[in-house]
């Protein structure tokens, strides 16, 4: 499974909307992402950094999701 997918699931993206980016977005990877974290952020009420890094995490993207912690994530 392409990543841009494996994230999407971990999201909570259902597989309806997954082949629906890909279809729209003719499997351009980079769109395909783009318009999965902003499905995302607009469908989830709850989105946060947190969220992405524990998916990215999930995912074994553990460079990206350290990156992504340390920049956004603090502790109030």
Do not use: P
Not at 3 to 16: F, N, Q, R, T
Not at 48 to 73: F, G, M, P
Request: hydrophobic share 35%; aromatic share 6%; charged share 35%.
């Amino acid at each position: 499974m392409v990543e841009w997918k494996k994230l999407s699931v971990e999201l909570d993206i259902s597989a309806d909307k997954i082949k629906e980016i890909e279809v729209n977005r003719r499997g351009q990877v980079n769109d395909c992402k783009h318009d999965m974290i902003q499905l995302w952020m607009e469908s989830d009420k709850f989105s946060s950094w947190k969220k992405l890094v524990d998916a990215l995490s999930r995912c074994h993207q553990l460079v990206l999701a350290e990156r992504i912690k340390t920049t956004y994530c603090h502790e109030g």
